[in-house]
Structures are given as structure tokens and as C-alpha cells.
């Protein structure tokens, strides 16, 4: 082999690497444009999961808000001598505790609105079932 067959050779094997070599930088560059809009899509769902997260949360407080309510309602009624059925009183003990169980777990929650009249609500009902005068 001549020199020239040598320089040739090693000119031709090194545009051979170097095709080889922009060619892997090119799959690179592109798996790497793939990957930034994988993360992409990702940053979305993670802002679309927080933004669910946080409507459940406020839909959540809500419903506890209008638990609160109906209790307050509740116990309105039965200072003003509202007769209630024994059922009416087991769907507002059913209420309490769903409202008790969110106070206790969300301690930032406001609950002092309705401490007394769920304790007064408890009392008349225990005095209902010892007298069993229920509507």
C-alpha cells in the first residue's frame, strides 16, 4: 500500500466517522428535543393534576361548608321546638361526623361555628331516645 492509498484510506475512514458521528449527533439532538417535549408534557400534567387536586379540594370544602350549615340549620330548628323524626336526627349525626372527620383532619379548618350546636343537637337526642318522642 502506498502512502497515498494510506492518506486516502485514512481520509476516507475518517469522513466515514465523521458522517457516523453527525449522524449520532443528529438522533442525539433530536431524542433530546423528544425528551425536552416528554418533560414538557409532564410539567402540563403535573400543573393539570395539581389544578384537579385543588378544585377537588375547594368542591371538598364546600360540601363540608354546607355540612356545616345544615347542622347549624339543624339545631335552629330543634332550640325553636321543631319536632323531627328519629331519621332526621340519624341524617344530621350522619352529617356531623362526616364534619367532624374533616375538622379533625384539616385543623386549619374554622369548626368553632358549630361545636355548641352539635353538642346541643347530641343532647336532644339522647333525650328524644330516653323519652322516645321522636315525630
Given at each position: 500500500?502506498?502512502?497515498?492509498q494510506?492518506?486516502?484510506?485514512?481520509?476516507?475512514?475518517?469522513?466515514?466517522?465523521?458522517?457516523?458521528?453527525?449522524?449520532?449527533?443528529?438522533?442525539?439532538?433530536?431524542?433530546?428535543?423528544?425528551s425536552?417535549?416528554?418533560d414538557?408534557?409532564i410539567?402540563?400534567?403535573?400543573?393539570?393534576?395539581?389544578?384537579?387536586?385543588?378544585h377537588?379540594n375547594?368542591?371538598?370544602?364546600?360540601?363540608?361548608?354546607?355540612a356545616?350549615?345544615?347542622?347549624?340549620?339543624?339545631?335552629?330548628?330543634?332550640?325553636?321546638?321543631?319536632?323531627h323524626?328519629?331519621?332526621?336526627?340519624?341524617?344530621i349525626?350522619?352529617?356531623?361526623?362526616?364534619?367532624?372527620?374533616?375538622?379533625s383532619s384539616?385543623?386549619?379548618?374554622?369548626?368553632s361555628?358549630a361545636v355548641?350546636?352539635?353538642?346541643?343537637?347530641?343532647?336532644?337526642?339522647?333525650?328524644?331516645?330516653?323519652?322516645?318522642?321522636?315525630l
Open positions: 500500500m502506498t502512502i497515498s494510506i492518506i486516502l484510506a485514512i481520509l476516507a475512514s475518517s469522513g466515514f466517522f465523521s458522517l457516523l458521528a453527525l449522524f449520532v449527533q443528529r438522533f442525539w439532538a433530536k431524542k433530546d428535543r423528544k425536552t417535549g416528554n414538557a408534557v410539567v402540563r400534567l403535573d400543573r393539570i393534576e395539581t389544578t384537579l387536586e385543588n377537588i375547594e368542591d371538598r370544602e364546600q360540601d363540608i361548608r354546607q356545616r350549615r345544615d347542622i347549624l340549620r339543624f339545631n335552629d330548628e330543634v332550640r325553636r321546638g321543631t319536632p323524626t328519629e331519621e332526621s336526627f340519624d341524617d349525626l350522619d352529617c356531623i361526623d362526616t364534619y367532624d372527620r374533616y375538622c384539616h385543623p386549619d379548618f374554622a369548626n361555628k355548641m350546636a352539635v353538642d346541643n343537637i347530641k343532647r336532644v337526642y339522647q333525650e328524644r331516645l330516653v323519652k322516645n318522642d321522636f
